[in-house]
C-alpha cells in the first residue's frame, strides 16, 4: 500500500492549473459534507499534468486529515486481476478471499471504511485507461455500492485510450450526480513563462510553448536543454503561413532523454506492421496523408489505415484535418525517426520523394527528401532544391540559403568559372544576409564579388550594394564606404546621359556612399552623394530611386540644420512613398528607415509612426529580416516622443527578440541604447545606467552616429540616476566638445537642457546658464517648436535656480505651449512640474495647483513612474491629497483593486479568468495582441500581483464584494468540464 505523502513536494510551483485544482478541493468539501462518494475525473493526454494535478489534490487532501492511498496502473498490467487497486492497497488485498467475487467486493468495501479514520478517504487510481478488467469492475461496485464514510475517487485517464468498461462506470457514475470532470489543455504562453521564471527571455517562453505543445511533461524536459542548443526552428511546427516544409528533422541527439526514453517505450510495444508505418511516417512530415505513408512503408493502404488507427489511438500521432495526420510533437516525430536504420531511411525517403511527385508536390515538400537521398551532380534533384529555395525565399530566407546550400554540395566541379554555381552562390548570400547570418552572408558576397567579371555590372553592383548593407549590421560603416568608392571607380568610364542603365548603376552606388556617410555621421558628405544621386535619377522618373535619394537627403538636411530644405524633401519623400505599391517599396525598404526617422527628427510623429509600421509589415511579409529591428527602434523612438512609454518598451522588447536571430553588434547596440532611454524616463535610473553602458560598450569608440547616440543616453541616464558630474563628462565627450559639434544641430537645445539640469544640480549656476544660452541661441534660427521649447525649459530652470521664481513660470509655460503643439506630452509635463513648483513658491496657490495637476495627468498618461512620483510630492506640499497606489486620468477616485479597472480592462480580466491567451482576446476584441498585454499589465499592476495567476486570484477574492459583482456582471461562466 502506498499512502500519499507529500506527492508535489520538489517540483516547483503548479501553474496554469489553479482553477482545476480549486474545482477539485471544492469536490473533497462537498464529499466529506455529504459524507458521500464522489468520482473526480481528470482527463487529458499523456504528459499534460494529470498525476501532478492528482498529487496537489492529495497532498492538500492530507493536510486537511483526510487519508490519501495512491495506485498506478500500466498496460503490463492491463493482464493481472486488480492491478491498480492491488498497486493502492497493498497487502492488505492480498488478505481477502479472491475466489468469491462478491465477498472480495464486500471485503475491500469493508476495508476502505476501516483505513479513513479521518476526514474520509481519497483514492487516487492514475492512468486508469491501463486498468485490468476486474479493477474497472470493482471500480464500479464501489460507485453503485459507496462506503459508508467520505470517499472521493480520483481517476485519471487518456480519453483517446478509454476502455468501454470505465466509460460505462464514469457514465453510471455521471447519472448519480457522483461524478464531476476536469479536463486538462496544454498551458498557454503566459503559464510557460510563469513556469520558467522571470530570468527566461520571452522568446525562450515563446519558443519552449510552442516546441512543447503547451504539454507540462514536455516543457520541463525541453527547459533543460541550454539556449545555444535549442534549435527554435526544428522543434516547432510547421508555421500558418507555409513559410517552412515542415518535414525538417532534428537529430535524435537534441531531443531531451527523457522524451525520447518515453517514445521509445512506447515504439518498443508496438506491433511490427504498426512500427513501420509510425516510422514512415516520422520520415513523410509533420503533416502527411496515409497513402503517401503507404508508398514509403511498402505496405498497402487497409494495413496502413489500421496501423493509423492504431497510432492515433496511442496518441502517438492526431488527426490534422482534410484527411492528414501528424505526430503530436515533432519531438516525438524526431524519437521515432531516429529508431530506423540509416540504410532504411535513405530509401524511405527515395520512396517518399517519388511518391510525392508522383501526386504533384511542390518542390518545397519534395526538398527535405531530396536532401537526405540526392547523390552529387543528380540534376533533377538540384532542381527541386533550387526551386524549393525560390518559393520560399520571400518569407523563410534562411531556409533558401539552406536549400542553395545544397544544391551547390551537389553541383558537378566545373571550376571558378562555373556561371550557374556564380548565380546560386549570390543569391545564398542575399538569403543568409536577409535572414540575419551576417557573417556567413559577408563571406559569399566577398567571394562572388572576386569572381565575378568586371564586364558583369548588374550583378556586381548588387553584390556590392548588399555587401556594404551587412558592412553596416556588422557595424564596419567606413568598410562599407571603401568598398563602393571602389567599385564605383571600376565601373566602365563613359558618359551618363542621365538615362542609361549604366547611369542607374552608378546612381545606386552614390545612393549607398550616401548612407553609409549618414551612418558614419559625415553629414556634409552624405548630402553630396545623395544629391548626386538624386540629380542622376531625376531624368529616369524612377519613382523608388527618387524616393530612397530624397529620404536620405530630407534626414541629411535635417542632420546641418537646413530646417526648409529639409522639410521640402521630407514632404517629397513621403509623397512618392505614399505613391508606391507595396511591392515596388518592398524592393528598397531602407527608404522607410530614413523617411521615418526624417520624419520624427521634424518633429513629425504620426507620419513617421505611419511608414514605419508600414515598413515593418513589408519586412515581415517579404523575409527581410536585416532591416526590422532599424525599423523596430525607430517605432520605439516615436512612440516615446509621443508620450506612450509603455508601448514603446513593448516595441524595443520586441526589436530586441527580433534582432536576436541577427547577429549584428550595430542592432544589438541600437537596441539597448533605446532600452536605455525608455528606462530613464519611465524612472528606472538603475535599469537604465546598466543598459546605457553596455550599449556604449557595444556601439565602441568610433565617432559614428550610434556611438554618439548611445552615449548621449547614457549620459542623460547617469543624470537621472544622481551622477550629473558623470552626464556632463560622458556627454561633452561625445559630443565632441562644449558645443556639441558631433550631435545634429537641431537635436543640440534638448541634450543643453540636459546639461543645464546637470550643472545646476551640481549648484554650478555660472555653468548652467552657459548651456541655457547656448541652447536658445542654437534653437533660434531653426523654426522647430520642440528645440525652441528645450531652450526656454533649460532657461526657466536658471531662472528658478537664480531665484526668478515669476520668470520661471513664464518661460516654462511657453515651453509648455510649445510641447502640447508639437505633441510630446512627456516633456510638456516636464515644463508643468517646473512651472507648479516655480509658481508655488510665490504665486497663487491654485495656479501652482492647477500646474501640477497638468504634470501628474501627463505622467500617468505616459506611464513615467518615477516623474509622477514627484510631482505628487509637490501637491501634497500644497495640501492636495494624492493616494499612493493606483492613479489617472480613467480612475479619477483613485481607486484599488477591481474597482480600479476600466471598462476595457474589467472586459479583459473576464477573458483571463477563461484562461485565454493575449492573442486570444485580441482576437474576440479585434485588438492586437501588444495593445491586450499592455492592457493585462495595467490589471496586475491595480490588483497588485504579477502574474495572471494572481489575477485570477484577486478576481475569485473580488467576486464576494458587491461592487466587483456589480463590475463583473454578465461575465461568461468558467468551463471546468
Known sequence: MRVHEGVASGVGPLVGRQWELAYLKGILVAAAGGNATRVAEVVGESGIGKSRLLGELGAAAAREGWTVLTGHASEPDRGSRFGVFGDALGEHIALLDPVEPLRLRLGIRSLLEQLAPGRGLVLILDDLHWGDEASLELLGYLVRHPPRRPLVLAVAYRPSLAPGRLTTVLAQAERQGRADRVELGPLDVEAVAEFLGPDVSTRRCRALHEASGGCPFYLAALAQVPEDQLQTELLAGPPPDGTRSGDAVMSVKDVPAVVRASVQAEMAVLPDGVRVIAQAAAVAGDLFEPDVVAAIAGMNRQDTDRAVDELVARDLIRPKGRGRFGYWLPMMRAAAYASGGGGWLIQAHARAWEALEERGASALRRAHHVERC??????????????????????????????????????????????????????????????????????????????????????????????????????????????????????????????????????????????????????????????????????????????????????????????????????????????????????????????????????????????????????????????????????????????????????????????????????????????????????????????????????????????????????????????????????????????????????????????????LALDNTREGEQWATRAETTAAHLGLAGSTAFAQLARARVQYATGDTVGAAGTAHAAAAAFQQTGEPFDEGCAWLLAGTATARTGPRAEALHELEQAYALFVQCHAIGLRHHAARELRKLGRRVPKGVSGQRNARNALGAAALTRRETEIARWVTQGLTSRQIATKLYLSPRTVEHHVASIRAKFGVTTRAGVVTALLVAEHTESTSAALEGAPGRRIC
Open 374 to 759: 540526392a547523390r552529387t551532380g543528380d540534376e533533377r534533384a538540384i532542381a527541386v532544391l533550387v526551386d524549393a529555395a525560390r518559393t520560399t525565399a520571400a518569407r523563410a530566407p534562411a531556409n533558401a540559403a539552406h536549400w542553395l546550400s545544397l544544391a551547390l554540395d551537389l553541383l558537378p566541379d566545373k571550376g571558378e568559372d562555373d556561371a550557374r554555381r556564380l548565380e546560386l552562390l549570390a543569391d545564398m548570400a542575399t538569403f543568409l544576409g536577409m535572414s540575419g547570418q551576417l557573417e556567413q552572408a559577408r563571406d559569399a558576397l566577398h567571394e562572388v564579388v572576386r569572381l565575378l567579371p568586371r564586364d558583369a555590372v548588374d550583378q556586381r553592383v548588387h553584390a556590392v550594394g548588399f555587401c556594404a548593407t551587412i558592412e553596416h549590421l556588422l557595424g564596419r560603416h567606413a568598410e562599407a564606404g571603401a568598398l563602393l568608392l571602389a567599385e564605383l571607380h571600376r565601373l566602365p568610364e563613359r558618359r551618363h546621359d542621365g538615362g542609361s542603365e549604366l547611369d542607374d548603376r552608378f546612381t545606386a552606388l552614390k545612393l549607398k556612399l550616401a548612407t553609409a556617410n549618414l551612418l558614419c555621421g559625415d553629414f556634409a558628405q552624405t548630402r553630396t552623394w545623395v544629391s548626386a544621386a538624386r540629380r542622376a535619377v531625376g531624368g529616369a522618373g524612377d519613382r523608388l530611386m527618387s524616393a530612397a535619394a530624397t529620404s536620405v537627403l530630407a534626414l541629411a538636411d535635417y542632420a546641418v540644420a537646413d530646417i526648409p530644405a529639409a522639410q521640402h524633401n521630407c514632404d517629397r519623400a513621403a509623397e512618392l512613398v505614399d505613391g508606391l505599391t507595396d511591392g515596388e517599396l518592398a524592393r528598397q525598404l531602407d527608404t522607410v528607415v530614413w523617411l521615418g526617422w526624417a520624419e520624427q527628427c521634424l518633429e513629425r510623429y504620426d507620419p513617421a509612426r505611419r511608414h514605419l509600421e508600414r515598413g515593418l509589415s513589408l519586412c515581415r511579409a517579404t523575409g527581410q529580416h536585416h532591416l526590422v529591428t532599424y525599423l523596430l527602434v525607430g517605432l520605439g523612438s516615436t512612440l516615446r516622443w509621443q508620450g506612450q512609454l509603455r508601448e514603446a518598451a513593448n516595441t524595443v522588447a520586441e526589436a530586441r527578440e527580433s534582432g536576436q536571430p541577427v547577429h549584428s553588434p550595430a542592432l544589438r547596440a541600437a537596441t539597448l541604447a533605446m532600452r536605455c532611454r525608455i528606462a530613464t524616463f519611465t524612472g528606472d535610473p538603475d535599469q537604465a545606467v546598466r543598459l546605457g553602458e553596455e550599449a556604449c560598450q557595444l556601439a565602441g569608440p568610433a565617432d559614428d552616429w550610434l556611438s554618439v547616440l548611445a552615449s548621449a543616453f547614457f549620459a542623460h541616464a547617469r543624470l537621472m540616476a544622481g551622477d550629473p558630474q558623470g552626464c556632463v563628462s560622458t556627454l561633452v565627450d561625445a559630443g565632441g566638445g562644449a558645443e556639441l559639434p558631433m550631435i545634429p544641430k537641431p537635436a543640440r537645445p534638448g541634450w543643453f537642457d540636459v546639461l543645464t539640469t546637470a550643472a
